[in-house]
């Protein structure tokens, strides 16, 4: 993509040696692809998700490039939120939703201006989703009725020792409040577990949604760690059913 990452993220979080939490959105009217990006040191709050666009994904095609197009939303040590994970969902009236966040006071969502991608004037975070022991990597589907809010929740990038979990609730609206399978309002801790350890595997999470299926990321009891990705299936309670094929 880049030869060298944008100055602005090297000169406002010192330390950040790679990106990482791409989100690709791609918008039919503008005819441009969105890219957002965390940028962050692991277990830090000064954090940014940066956004950089381009008219297509083939670099061998006409126009390819990606344009900087800086930082779109930051944390700051003391915030309520972290600035990394974002995800970005088009609500039924047409407006778009970042989602984001991880650890602290949990997930949060802020309505965008488009087509600048930015928050919108005057929008501020809402919350929808905390859990002791952490929660981040929020994906949101609509199916139905009902958003889905699918976050990952435990610890992660520790080989056979992770505790990652994949959990979701549900909502009517992208805002909240989104409750689990047994009524618990996932700002209150809420969230039902579709899948954890499976087969081999201790840990699942990291999770990513695009046309009704979700790639992510499951750690083995010998310590590796794979891709998975599987059709997400819905029972007749309308929740949905992962099982790790």
């Known amino acids: 993509m880049w030869n060298a990452k944008p100055a602005w993220i ?3 979080i010192p330390g950040v040696s790679n990106l990482w939490a791409p989100e ?3 918008d039919a009217a503008q005819g441009l692809y969105y890219l957002y990006y965390a940028a962050s040191t692991f277990g830090s709050q000064r954090s940014a998700i940066g956004l950089a666009t381009s008219p297509t994904l083939d670099p061998s095609a006409p126009g390819y490039g990606w344009t900087d197009r800086g930082a779109v939303f930051q944390s700051y040590n003391g915030n309520a939120y972290n600035a990394i994970d974002p995800n970005i969902v088009v609500d039924d009236s047409g407006r778009h939703w970042m989602v984001f966040g991880s650890w602290w006071q949990g997930i949060h969502t802020i309505q965008l201006d488009w087509p600048s991608g930015r928050p919108a004037a005057g929008a501020t975070p809402i919350r929808l ?3 002791g022991g952490g929660i981040e990597a929020p994906s949101m589907t609509k199916h139905g009725d009902y ?3 699918f976050t990952s929740i435990g610890a992660c990038c520790a080989g056979a020792n992770s505790t990652y979990k994949i959990t979701v609730g549900r909502s009517a609206s992208p805002t909240g409040p989104f409750i689990d399978a047994s009524g618990v309002d996932m700002r209150n801790g809420g969230g039902t577990v579709v899948l954890g350890a499976y087969g081999n595997n201790v840990a ?4 990513s949604i695009h046309r ?3 790639a992510y990321h499951a750690y083995g009891s010998n310590g590796g760690f794979t891709l998975d990705i599987e059709r997400i ?3 007749a309670a309308g929740w949905p059913v992962l099982n790790g094929s």
């Open 204 to 207: 699942a999470g990291g999770q």
């Open 212 to 214: 009704g299926v979700m």
């Open 233 to 235: 299936e819905w029972n």
């Open 24 to 26: 690709i959105h791609y």
């Open 10 to 12: 090297t000169q406002q």
């Open 147 to 149: 958003y889905y809010l």
């Open 129 to 131: 989703a905390t859990k």
